[in-house]
C-alpha cells in the first residue's frame, strides 16, 4: 500500500492517478475539509491527518509500504517564514519519524531544485552542488533545503529515502492553477500588460510523477535525482502561447529593475484585493534571472527518466483549461 501526502496538489493529484494505472493501492492524506476535488472520482482512500500532526501521520502511514512526501507550502511572496518553516521543515521531520515508527520500507521526497545552491550562471549545475540553507536567500528554497537535509541525514540513521528534486513543474490536471496555468489564463484573458526578460527550467507534472516512481523502483538510498525538463526564455513562451491560443502578447517589455520596483510596491496590494499570488513578485522576478541552466542526467542514466518536449506540455496544459472552463 502507497500513502502519498499532499495528494491533491498539482504533482499530487498526477502521482495518484499514475499509481493507480500501475495497479497500486493508494492512501491519500488529506487536511480536514480540504477540496477534493483534484482526486474526486479516483479509486483512492482519503485519511485525514496533518503533516504537523505526528500522531496523524503514524495512523496514516500503517501498513503502508511506500510513503511519497508531496505536501508543503510553496510561496514567492516573502514573509511567510513561520508558515514555510512548520509546514515544510517540521512537517517534513515528522513525516521522516513517522515512516520509522511504521516501518515504511521506502520514503520518497519531492524536494525543489531550489533547494540546491546553484554556481554562477554559465556553469550548468547538477546534482553535486549542495544543499546549503545558510546560502540560499529565498524563504521557501532555505526551508526546502533544510527539510531535504533532515531526510538525507534520516538516511544515516536507517531510514531507506530517496530526494527528487523537479525544476518548474507544468502540464493538465491544473487544479488549483500553478504559476505557468496562472500565466496562460492571464494571457488568453489579455490582462497580462506586459512581461520581463529571464529563464526558467520547465518540466511537464505527468514526467514528473513517473520520475517519482521511478526513484522509489530504481533509486539509490540517500541519493537526489533533478528531474528537469527545457530550460525556457520568457519571450519563448510568450511566442508559444501567442501561436496555440491565437491571442497577441503583450506589447510592454519591462526593464528588470523597473519590474522589481513595481513587484515591492504591488504586491501586498495585490494580495489584498484578489486574494491571488501575483505572478511578478521580487522573488519570482529574481527566480527568472539566476541560473537555470541544469541536467537530469542522473535520473536519465540510474532511473531512466524521461521528459517530453515542452511545446507539448503547453499544448496540453492548454487544452485542459480549456475543457475546465478556465479559458475562454
Known amino acids: 500500500m502507497v500513502v502519498v501526502t499532499g495528494p491533491t496538489g498539482h504533482i499530487g493529484n498526477v502521482l495518484v ?3 493507480l494505472k500501475r495497479g497500486e493501492r493508494v492512501r491519500a492524506l488529506v487536511l ?6 483534484p482526486i474526486r472520482g479516483l479509486d483512492v482512500e482519503t485519511v485525514e491527518g496533518d503533516i504537523v500532526d505526528l500522531d496523524s501521520l503514524i495512523r496514516a502511514f500503517e501498513g503502508a509500504d511506500v510513503v511519497y512526501h508531496l505536501a508543503g507550502v510553496i510561496s514567492i511572496v516573502p514573509g511567510e517564514w513561520d508558515r514555510l518553516y512548520r509546514v515544510n521543515v517540521v512537517g517534513t521531520r515528522n513525516v521522516i519519524r513517522a515512516c520509522l515508527t511504521c516501518e ?3 520514503l520518497v521526497y519531492a524536494s525543489s531544485i531550489h533547494a540546491f545552491y546553484e554556481p554562477p550562471p554559465g556553469i550548468t549545475f547538477d546534482e553535486t552542488s549542495p544543499f546549503d540553507p545558510e546560502k540560499l536567500s529565498m524563504e521557501y528554497d532555505r526551508t526546502k533545503a533544510m527539510a531535504t537535509l533532515e531526510v538525507l541525514e ?9 530526494v527528487v528534486c523537479p525544476t518548474g513543474v507544468m502540464g493538465p490536471y491544473d487544479y488549483r492553477l500553478s504559476e505557468m496555468g496562472q500565466l496562460i489564463r492571464d494571457f488568453t484573458r489579455k490582462t497580462l500588460i506586459g512581461y520581463v526578460n529571464g529563464a526558467y527550467d520547465f518540466v511537464d507534472v505527468r514526467d514528473v510523477a513517473k520520475g517519482l516512481i521511478l526513484a522509489c523502483e530504481k533509486g539509490k538510498t540517500g541519493e537526489s535525482y533533478i528531474l528537469s525538463g527545457e530550460r525556457i526564455t ?3 513562451i510568450m511566442s508559444h502561447l501567442e501561436e496555440l491560443t491565437g491571442s497577441p502578447r503583450p506589447r510592454l517589455r519591462f526593464p528588470v529593475w523597473l519590474a522589481q520596483i513595481a513587484a515591492a510596491v ?7 484585493l484578489t486574494r491571488e499570488r501575483p505572478l511578478l513578485t521580487t522573488c519570482s522576478i529574481q527566480t527568472l ?7 537530469s542526467q542522473k535520473a536519465i542514466s540510474e532511473l531512466g527518466y524521461s521528459a517530453r518536449p515542452l511545446r507539448q506540455s503547453i499544448e496540453d496544459s492548454i487544452n485542459w483549461l480549456k475543457d475546465h472552463g478556465v479559458l475562454n
Open 289 to 295: 534571472q539566476r541560473n537555470s541552466e541544469t541536467t
Open 266 to 272: 504591488f504586491t501586498p496590494l495585490y494580495l489584498m
Open 154 to 162: 534520516a538516511t544515516r540513521k536507517g531510514l531507506d529515502a530517496v
Open 17 to 19: 492517478r499514475e499509481l
Open 104 to 106: 515504511v520500507r521506502r
Open 234 to 236: 520568457i519571450p519563448e
Open 32 to 37: 480536514p475539509s480540504e477540496d477534493l476535488t
